[in-house]
């Protein structure tokens, strides 16, 4: 059979030497990886079951350019061996999870970032990270309008891939699209393509830049990104306390509905989460649920006054407690019993951390959240787990959150994943929404067909077969098959 | 009964059943970015291939053995990832675990390196890694007067370590120390007959010669009566105080912190000033593993004139020289060497001097600043401290 990765060898040793081999002389030696262990290393993500010996990839690839994927990709495609393309594995619906052996491109020496402040843009390599990304921009007074839970290790290219902004609130300043102007991308055939623009207008009409930024991986590598640069913003901050949900969720709907100006940040997490994150930072128990924001301007009494009228919404409310937060190490303390919360679950209990993806429309939050809270009612496995709840209020979004007892079984622990994805993906029908945060295939996919119906996912396989006929970029994604 | 390697395949099964691949442990790890940025060349990336080893029994099978050597071997043991992971994720142990992967590796006679075996062995009939024979552990001394404990008595047991012993590059800072005691008229002796503290042995995998080794030094200090152990290099203080202290009841100290105390209480007291910019390296077995980092910074601070000026990376998140966890014994293939990316950290912000409290430290970013061939001057703290008394 002509090409077919079964030119290339009969056994999998064969196959694995000769792709190996090819690898080396397009990138050098010493940066592809036949070693079982990286080959694991790479196949795995944060789902809570191990990898199994006929998903572990052929050999993991570590190009520096946009030529050294152009010319694997085109040696792949000959072949037809999958590609999975890899940056830090994070995402949390295992779309960075092969299901079959394939090449890996991992993004990691894609390292390059540069700021240009004289045309207001700044350029990043596919494996830069987010994190250092933001370092960088606050030296020079602007911040990256991006801020996910795995800021520190999460590549800038994953993040454009699936057009996230994390915790950040929509609504207040957009997504990772608003602010991407181009793009430099290697298609699954090997073409390299650059988008967008290097002025600050992003195009009007046919944007290629759209395909790729939120296209899950699916039809091309991005492996540059260039971003305006937002100069950074001065910050008030506030926090609300409310003895029932009903009326949090009230609050939340009053800023939008009442005008009030969405905070960059609003965060909730139910008493029970809260009283874990304030033990673990030393604060007092909290006296109800918490949601506490992040209102920005351009200089302190704006952000202040922002601050104040979503303050205001939520006094109506009939709060126990709604004050601004004045003292820096108080909120500082706040955020980081937030972002405490799931680590220290995991260090105290051994469990594996899964979490869904809970996102409301505006009208029907009360009820959603309501929802969010008995997620796990009635489900066979995961009622047996304490629903621990928090999340990006703000955006309408909650992650009702779980631990994987270290003894469950492995197909108990796959079990519990996919009851997880069955359910979020209920309550997203319900309310018609979808993931706001996570990509929208992988565990997806079945949410997708029965969110948006079988034409607009033919249409995107159509899509994908248009820019790669042979489906060799990221199998699996599209079909759910992880 | 369990044996031994069942009891450690199951201390690192259970370890890292808490760990779920968020890999933010490499956001902070040395290796990461020193060498090619393959997933095993990061924490998770090394814990997740001994765990598999384990699964898939792959320990008969010799390219994968080589491999997981390799992996397992490049870790400097510095702790950023342990810290990194208990802010911010899971609190894996994750050293325990590369730690008790090697253990296995040496028990089941995979490991360790050729280089690391000559260590061990050195260490078996030496008392110390540089197979140097034992008498020549106090030529630093030259003609100096010294009490030997246990022999003689001492409120301070000043234990010297092999390196500064037995590394002529490294005898000054044995001597500087041992100098600055004396001008403080510290009542102190050095072991008559000491030995490796363990610290490579414990790091390499060989448990059992580690405790060999200890027995060796504790049946002294317990004899001395010693008040207070004073160590040069912060391997040794971390040893002591993690696996001697408890069987000894005594104060251990660095002696950037035992200095602090005499300069201080004035028992040592400066009598001229240094006009140069400097900065300090933390090492990894003071700061990250044994929080100390604020006496170090005192004492040069308290140098009439130095403008002290912190690298980017510094306290518990320093990084580190690339000189730990047994590396001082292996080539590692790296793309950018960790010393010489912490050197041009330093000589990034202007630093006249790197003040470093940590004969591996001192060795490896002295090499450094040679390949880079820069004006920076690396200086222990106690030979900063000497210079500056008379």
Known sequence: ?482 | MEDYETILIGKIEELISKCWNCNFCFSTCPINQSMRGFMTNGPSGITQSIYYAIKWNLFDDKVANNELLNILYSCTTCNSCVITCKEMSAGVSILDIIESGRKLLVEKMIGPPTTQKKVLESLAKFGNPYSQHPTKRRQWLKDEKVKFLPEDSAEVLLFIGCTPSFDPDLHNMARAVFNLLKVANVDFGILKNEVCCGHPALKIGDEFLFYELRSKNIDQIAESGAKKIVTISPHCFNTFTKYYQNDLQIEILHYTQFLFELLQSQKIELSKALTAKITYHDPCYLSKHSEIWDEPRKIIQHIPNVKYQEMPRNRKNSFCCGGGGGRMWLEVEEEEKMEKLRVREAKMIGADIIAVACPWCYTMLKTAIQEEKTNIEIKDIAELILNLVF
């Open chain 1, 1 to 482: 059979m002509r090409g077919s990765i079964k030119e290339l060898g009969e056994t999998m040793d064969q196959k694995i030497s000769k792709i190996a081999e090819e690898m080396s002389a397009i990138v050098g030696e010493e940066f592809v990886s036949t070693s079982i262990f990286e080959r694991v290393k790479n196949a795995l993500d944060p789902f809570p079951y191990d990898v199994t010996r006929d998903k572990i990839p052929y050999c993991v690839v570590l190009p520096k350019n946009k030529e050294e994927i152009s010319e694997i990709l085109k040696f792949a495609n000959k072949f037809k061996i999958p590609v999975f393309v890899r940056g830090s594995g994070t995402i949390l619906t295992g779309a960075s999870r092969p299901h079959k052996p394939g090449i890996i491109i991992n993004t990691r020496r894609l390292n390059q970032f540069w700021i240009y402040e004289d045309y207001g843009f700044f350029e990043a390599e596919a494996g830069v990270r987010c994190g250092d990304i933001a370092s960088v921009l606050s030296e020079h007074g602007y911040f990256l309008p991006m801020w996910p839970g795995s800021r520190v290790i999460a590549s800038i290219g994953g993040l454009a891939s699936n057009n996230t902004s994390g915790h950040v609130i929509d609504a207040c300043i957009g997504k990772s699209a608003d602010y991407i102007l181009g793009l430099e991308v290697v298609l699954p055939t090997g073409e390299i393509l650059e988008t967008g623009t290097k002025g600050l207008r992003k195009p009007a009409g046919t944007d290629l830049t759209k395909f790729f930024v939120g296209g899950d991986g699916l039809f091309g590598i991005i492996t540059k990104i260039r971003m305006r640069l937002v100069p950074a913003k001065k910050t008030a901050y506030g926090i609300a306390v409310f003895d029932d949900l009903e009326n949090l969720a009230k609050g939340v709907q009053r800023m939008y509905w009442e005008k009030r100006p969405p905070p960059l940040f609003m965060e909730f997490m139910a008493q029970d989460v809260a009283e874990i994150g304030f033990k673990v930072k030393g604060m007092d128990p909290p006296n109800g649920h918490i949601i506490f924001f992040v209102g920005i301007g351009d200089d302190e009494l704006e952000a202040q006054r922002k601050m104040e009228k979503v303050m205001e919404g939520f006094n109506k409310e009939n709060p126990i407690e709604a004050r601004p937060i004045t003292d820096l190490d108080e909120w500082l303390k706040l955020w980081s019993a937030r972002e405490v919360i799931a680590s220290y679950l995991m260090s105290e209990t051994g469990g594996r951390l899964i979490a869904a993806e809970v996102v409301s429309n505006l009208a029907q939050l009360v009820d959603c959240v309501k929802d969010a809270e008995r997620f796990n009612q009635g489900l066979p496995i995961l009622s047996e787990l304490h629903n621990y709840l928090f999340g990006h209020i703000g955006a309408l979004t909650m992650h009702p959150t779980f631990l994987i007892p270290p003894d469950w079984p492995e197909d108990k622990r796959i079990q519990a994943v996919d009851e997880l994805f069955k359910k979020e993906a209920e309550l997203n029908l319900k309310y018609q929404t979808c993931g706001g945060e996570w990509g929208q295939f992988a565990k997806r996919t079945n949410f997708f067909i029965q969110r948006y119906g079988n034409t607009a996912y033919d249409l995107v396989k159509r899509l994908k077969s248009v820019f790669d006929p042979n489906n060799i970029l990221n199998p699996g994604i599209l079909e759910g098959m992880r």
